[in-house]
């Protein structure tokens, strides 16, 4: 993962970290909460966190590059693949805790 992954990682885990401190999730049964695409950032992030599970043998950095270039073979790439993360709609992409 380059510098900017990792920095992009780490932001991820303090916002989230933050979030746990505060106990400030959203009701289960709130109307902010909502399905969407998770952009690249929050991508890198999920296959960072689960990579112990999946990676197999490989080192984390060429886990996270085959993940994305999984996104781009034809049974995966134009919507063949869609990707959810539950998350509160009145945060901003990238600024927002993954709920699920």
């Known amino acids: 993962m380059g510098a900017q992954g990792q920095a992009q990682f780490f932001e991820y885990l ?29 991508n890198n992030a999920i296959w960072t966190l689960t990579s112990n599970a999946w990676k197999d043998a490989l080192p984390v950095d060429i886990y996270l590059k085959e993940s994305m270039f999984l996104m781009t073979v034809p049974l995966a790439k134009d919507g063949g693949m ?3 993360v539950l998350v509160d709609k009145n945060l901003s992409p990238d600024q927002r805790p993954l709920l699920a």
């Open 82 to 84: 869609t990707q959810w």
């Open 14 to 42: 303090l916002r989230r970290q933050s979030l746990r401190n505060d106990h400030d999730l959203p009701d289960a049964l709130s109307s902010s909460l909502h399905l969407d695409h998770p952009t690249d950032a929050e």
